[in-house]
């Protein structure tokens, strides 16, 4: 690895780690200090507005219906969530925030607009530009590899092509 490979692998870990702990800290000091981050996740999962079923908000999470039951069990009994069975087909759940999930969940968004702001307001127009563009290539590259780590069939296909192109690289070099 290169010296500029080395500084933006340090820097992404880095950035990654700085901003959950920055969530977790944020959420122990405020009102809704009985959330964990994940419990927080799942409330923005399920939006403020229209109850979802147990299988859409598990499908935006990237989690099984199973686990999310479990997270859903837990926000039922702190207040946070509402359940209920469809009225037109019984086998559906949904599942919608309480007055209290709504404003836990739009905190949080707070706690992220604010951030976002903090980052880009030192920058001039172009720059934020340029920073947007480069978050974006970023993301895009990272939603490429979970889609290619999601097809569990291909798993070892893929992590065979990620060392061979790895290995291109350093022979390119």
Known sequence: M???????AQGLVSIFEKVLVAEEKSLQKAYFSKLS??????LDAIGPYDARTMTETAQILGITVGTLTVA???LVKKGFVDRK???????VVRISLTREGKIAARMHGKFHKVLARHILEPYDDNEQELLLKLVNDVDGYLSTQ????D????????AKEVANDTRRRKTDD
């Open 151 to 158: 097809r569990e069939d291909q798993l070892r296909k893929t």
């Open 85 to 91: 069975r469809d009225e037109a087909d019984k086998r």
């Open 146 to 149: 979970v889609a290619r780590y």
């Open 2 to 8: 290169n010296d500029r490979e080395q500084q933006m």
């Open 72 to 74: 859903i069990d837990r």
């Open 37 to 42: 981050l994940a419990e927080m996740h799942t």
